[in-house]
């Protein structure tokens, strides 16, 4: 599945063990390349999918959802999975990102967070901690950083987790957890930057991440416990849960198969269209 | 016989429901309507009105004169009465004021009459009924227009109503004395009606259309609207998105994933859209978007009218690309142009416009039915493509294959950013310069596909009015009357972009030795300044309108003749 490639990304970049980690994961799901869609916005998260052997629609900054929902709508026998940074779709695409919350279309989105904005050069993204001083942010940073696990267990979206790039092993299960979900599914992925975030380093992760047991991702009042959780002690895994009909099951023709296979009658439409009179005349 | 009404009152008081029944009367009778309506950006209250206009022949436009006023509240007497002909008639609700009107005019105590037989809801049958006494029709039509629209809600409201359109009906034939129109009622057959908004819809689900993802936003919503209704019979995905940003990337995933696909708004929403507009361009995705100009800038009259975004669309978003852009003139035209945006739009895998206006969009035309031999539908969408497939492969004629992810073997990449063949993120300045050659080189097939301007009108004219998209009722109604004094005709361009620059020429010979008058409904003459740049051809007048009101035809036509005794 591997294609033989350049990327763009610093030596020692969490991407790395992100892709590593997504590799396994569609190993394990046994899929082929050309039954995953991968679709991106912009930075350098959001070249994944180039790096990756699938079908690939790398569109503008924070629009990967809109693009992904319409996807798996018009084809939902595709695997289609988002994958966008912090300032992506955190930022830009951030209303995209709670009506996507609201649709619940059977998509994966993982977000490589490294909590810094590293294409554009080291300025604060929208999950980067309060005071941050950068070469855009001479007060420090003036807002609070958001919380993205908080807001989708206040959303009721279907699926939220959290995975550190650190452990590709576990990071691949999350994801696969992900992909089997019915509905959308944010995975939030801890990442460091290893060339402007000098807070957020390996070390500082490691230290503080730990993996939830004994919880259950049901208990929607325990899912905000866990998803407020930061500082000392970060959680990963499934924080969240919620069984809800996606996107697709709302369309009652989609019951027949994909819309894209359902092919196009013109002779049957003008008959149906044009037997009968239109419009207030008819 | 040439009619006009004018129906007026506040919003929320019934006058599009007076006005759609009194269309479907009309054309029950078999003759020929035009209507436009006007109308405030509130819910209650102001001042709307609903205006129709019958003959037995075809007619196009609306007049700013008017035979007859029914006023719903007396506030619209004032309003409008400027406007009703020497020997028209104003009808009015005698039940709201004791005061009298005077000469030429009609009370009628709508609501108490309405109260009497059973509750003021069929105030409107009773004002529709006097109505159509007082213009002296048989009142048979109507109550078959009744008869079908409150059948579904049980027989003692049905007769409700057929009473109240009864009563109204007697009294103003007993009562109006000094009614005198001249009205014919041909035996023809009944006819059709076609607006523009619905017409677009229509347009699209012949088209095949399977996804259509919009923001709401007046005047374009009726497509929307329209497209809902029609989506689970045609297997239609209607979305409203949270804004018109992701409306119009659902678009671009949707046709993307293997469906032709569409979105709509107004000018505000479509400056939204242009950033994806780009992708759709950068990414070769096949789109469709119509456009339902208003008067701008910014939010300006939201439920009016304006041809001053031609430009806008025309230039909108980053980087060089190609786009159709087509501005149909009536809703007919905007029923094959929408068809052939699809068409143009997968064909070379381009964006395409439909950009119509308010006016457009909330008129009704009588029209002759489809010409289905007019549709066009190919699919070229390609079902089987194996490893060796490139989104983007470099070709003859600019054109790549379009392959369905996920239902080829191949693989379906592309990127916003320069991508090469297979769709792959490149910074070589070789591939790029290559890749802008191949996405412009679909520009010289694409003009040879537009259709040139139409002329119509006498054969060696002194005027000759030049329009594009929403004035071709206007224009045709215009040079008919003024062709009655000074030889006049008329050139109106529906296709508009990739520019017919040919066509066009040759279309403006008939400009020697007659002068052309740019009619348009913005300030700056947007068109006039396109002719300029395409063509090298200039208009030495121009009639503008941004009052964010539509051109009447009569109030045109003096313009014209005015203009014609100046030189």
């Known amino acids: 599945m591997q ?12 991407n790395f063990q992100i892709r590593e980690a997504l590799l396994m994961a569609m190993e394990k799901k046994g899929l082929r390349p050309n039954q995953i869609a991968i679709v991106s916005g912009i930075g350098q998260g959001a070249k994944m999918p180039h790096y990756i052997s699938c079908n690939t629609f790398n569109g503008l900054h924070g629009r990967s959802l809109p693009v992904a929902t319409a996807l798996k709508a018009v084809n939902h026998k595709l695997v289609v999975i988002a994958e966008a940074g912090d300032g992506d779709i955190y930022g830009e695409g951030g209303n995209h990102l709670i009506h996507a919350m609201r649709r619940n279309p059977d998509i994966s989105l993982f977000v490589h967070n490294n909590q810094i904005y590293g294409l554009t050069k080291g300025q604060a993204s929208p999950t980067s901690v309060r005071d941050l001083k950068t070469k855009t942010q001479p007060f420090g940073l003036l807002s609070e950083p958001l919380n993205p696990l908080l807001l989708g267990v206040a959303m009721n979206a279907s699926f939220v987790g959290r995975g550190f790039s650190g452990d590709v092993e576990r990071l691949s299960e999350l994801m696969v957890q992900a992909m089997d979900h019915k509905g959308f599914a944010l995975l939030d992925i801890l990442q460091p930057c290893v060339t402007f975030n000098r807070v957020n380093t390996f070390a500082w992760y490691k230290k503080r991440v730990y993996y939830l047991e004994d919880h259950d991702p049901f208990d929607r009042r325990s899912a905000f416990e ?4 930061w500082g000392e002690r970060i959680p990963l895994g499934v924080i969240y849960k919620a069984k809800r009909p996606t996107f697709e099951e709302g369309i009652p023709f989609l019951l027949k198969g994909p819309l894209v296979e359902q092919g196009f009658d013109l002779e049957r439409v003008k008959e149906a269209l044009l037997g009968k009179k239109e419009g207030p005349g008819g | 016989m040439d009619l006009s009404f004018r129906i007026a009152g506040e919003a929320g008081q019934g006058i599009q429901t007076i006005g759609e029944l009194l269309v479907k009367t009309f054309s029950k009778m078999g003759l020929f309507v035009f209507s436009h309506q006007d109308y405030m950006s509130r819910i209650r209250g102001g001042n709307n009105f609903y205006q129709i206009r019958i003959s037995e022949r075809p007619i196009h436009s609306s007049q700013r004169s008017i035979d007859l006023l029914l006023a719903l509240n007396m506030e619209s007497i004032p309003l409008h009465r400027a406007h009703v002909k020497p020997k028209g008639m104003v009808l009015w609700d005698s039940s709201r004021s004791e005061e009298g009107q005077g000469e030429g005019s009609l009370g009628i105590p709508i609501l108490r009459m309405a109260r009497e037989l059973g509750g003021e809801i069929l105030g409107n049958i009773v004002a529709t009924g006097a109505l159509l006494g007082m213009l002296g029709f048989e009142l048979e039509p109507f109550l078959e227009v009744v008869k079908g629209s409150f059948s579904e809600k049980g027989k003692e409201i049905a007769e409700k109503n057929e009473r109240a359109a009864y009563a109204g009906y007697e009294y103003a034939r007993r009562e109006c004395l000094t009614c005198s129109f001249e009205v014919c009622s041909p035996k023809g057959e009944e006819k059709r009606l076609l607006g523009g908004n619905e017409a677009i819809g229509m347009g699209a689900v012949l088209s095949g259309v399977r996804f259509y993802s919009a923001y709401p936003m007046t005047p374009s919503t009726g497509i929307l609207n329209y497209l809902a209704s029609k989506a689970e019979e045609f297997g239609i995905i209607v979305e409203q ?36 507009l780009s992708l759709s361009a950068a990414t070769e995705t096949p789109i469709v978007i119509a456009e339902v100009q208003r008067p701008g800038p910014a939010t ?24 159709v852009l087509f501005a149909p003139g009536s809703p007919e035209q905007a029923l094959y142009l929408t068809n052939k945006a699809f068409h143009m739009s997968e064909r070379y895998q381009v964006p395409a416009f439909i950009l119509s206006d308010q006016y457009l969009a909330d008129s009704l035309w009588t029209w002759p039915g489809i010409d289905e031999g007019k549709i066009l539908y190919r699919d070229y969408r390609i079902r089987e493509a194996d490893g060796t497939y490139k989104r983007h492969r470099f070709t003859q004629d600019g054109v790549s294959p379009l392959a369905i992810p996920g239902i080829v073997e191949g693989l379906v990449v592309t990127d916003s950013d320069e991508h090469d063949e297979e769709g792959h993120i490149t910074e070589s300045a070789e591939i790029r310069k290559r890749m802008v050659e191949k996405r412009l080189m679909k520009l010289l097939h694409m003009r040879e596909e537009m259709e040139g301007p139409t002329y119509l009108g006498h054969r060696s004219p002194k005027i000759v009015l030049v329009g594009w998209g929403s004035t071709l009722g206007v224009l045709m109604d215009t040079v008919e009357t003024v062709n009655k004094k000074i030889p006049c005709g008329m050139l109106h361009f529906s296709e508009i972009w990739p520019f017919p620059v040919s066509k066009a020429q040759k279309a403006f010979e008939v400009l020697k030795g007659a002068i052309g008058i740019g009619v348009e409904n913005n300030a700056t003459g947007q068109f006039a300044w396109l002719l300029r740049a395409e063509a090298q051809i200039e208009l030495p007048w121009k009639i503008s309108k941004y009052d964010g009101r539509p051109f009447y035809s009569d109030e045109l036509s003096e313009e014209v003749l005015a203009y014609a005794r100046s030189i």
Do not use: K
Request: charged share 15%; proline share 7%; net charge negative.
């Open chain 1, 226 to 229: 866990r998803a407020m959780e």
């Open chain 2, 300 to 323: 300006g009259l939201p439920t009016r009218t304006e041809q001053a975004d031609l430009l806008f669309v025309l230039f909108a978003a980053h980087g060089e690309f190609p786009r």
């Open chain 1, 3 to 14: 294609d033989p490639y350049n990327p763009a990304w610093c030596p020692g970049c969490g």
């Open chain 2, 241 to 276: 998105a949270e804004d018109e940003i992701a409306a119009i990337n659902m678009v671009i995933g949707a046709s993307y994933g293997g469906v032709r696909a569409m979105t709509g708004s107004s000018g505000g929403g479509f400056a939204l859209m242009v950033e994806g």
